[in-house]
T-cell receptor, first 112, second 113 residues
Framework: AQSVTQLDSHVSVSEGTPVLLRCNYSSSYSPSLFWYVQHPNKGLQLLLKYTSAATLVKGINGFEAEFKKSETSFHLTKPSAHMSDAAEYFCAVSGGYNKLIFGAGTRLAVHP | DAGVIQSPRHEVTEMGQEVTLRCKPISGHNSLFWYRQTMMRGLELLIYFNNNVPIDDSGMPEDRFSAKMPNASFSTLKIQPSEPRDSAVYFC???????????FGSGTRLTVV
């Protein structure tokens, strides 16, 4: 069965410093992996996705993620945090029929 | 493209009343998903449809919940009777079958008092 574990429920960074949000996955076959962002009182927006092409995936707003099969990880990074990045971030893995299984989420706080 | 459209955005109802949430998927998308989001349980997949046919409703909490998709452009999630523990944000999402990942609507915030 497919599942994802987001290793941190909260991450706090200063503006201008790097962001690292960690996600480990479990899948019985070669997975498709996703990161979504949710700003307060909004729906989820797709940041980026990995679908067995390049292992380093670039997304919107300067985010990127690297698929590491040996570590079963798909961590999300950004070189320099901006105040507008404060939001909740969800990692997800694909199941059958395009079904997505989401992690519990990581709340990112960005301080001036 | 107007995206996935959900209505209403907010719903406040009294316990015991029937609640109907509505979703219009993106044109051309043939998979539709209903999720519920709460602080305690996070994002839960309730039910999903493929080509208007329910594929898996194992996430529907109990018989008070039902979902329909009468055509490719419309789906409803109904709760009858509603209870305070149903208070949550309900999201609809859609995708094309050959495409990974999907597009979410803005959600319906349901409060049952």
């Amino acid at each position: 069965a497919q599942s994802v574990t987001q290793l941190d429920s909260h991450v706090s960074v200063s503006e201008g410093t790097p962001v690292l949000l960690r996600c480990n996955y479990s899948s019985s076959y070669s997975p498709s992996l996703f990161w979504y962002v949710q700003h307060p009182n909004k729906g989820l927006q797709l940041l980026l996705k990995y679908t067995s092409a390049a292992t380093l995936v670039k997304g919107i707003n300067g985010f990127e993620a690297e698929f590491k099969k040996s570590e079963t990880s798909f961590h999300l990074t950004k070189p320099s945090a901006h105040m507008s990045d404060a939001a909740e971030y969800f990692c997800a893995v694909s199941g059958g029929y395009n079904k997505l299984i989401f992690g519990a989420g990581t709340r990112l706080a960005v301080h001036p | 493209d107007a995206g996935v459209i959900q209505s209403p955005r907010h719903e406040v109802t009294e316990m015991g009343q029937e609640v109907t949430l509505r979703c219009k998927p993106i044109s051309g998308h043939n998979s539709l998903f209903w999720y519920r989001q709460t602080m305690m349980r996070g994002l839960e997949l309730l039910i999903y449809f493929n080509n208007n046919v329910p594929i898996d409703d194992s996430g529907m909490p109990e018989d008070r919940f039902s979902a329909k998709m009468p055509n490719a452009s419309f789906s409803t999630l109904k709760i009858q009777p509603s209870e305070p523990r149903d208070s949550a944000v309900y999201f609809c999402a859609s995708s094309r079958q050959d495409e990974n990942g999907y597009t979410f609507g803005s959600g319906t915030r349901l409060t049952v008092v």
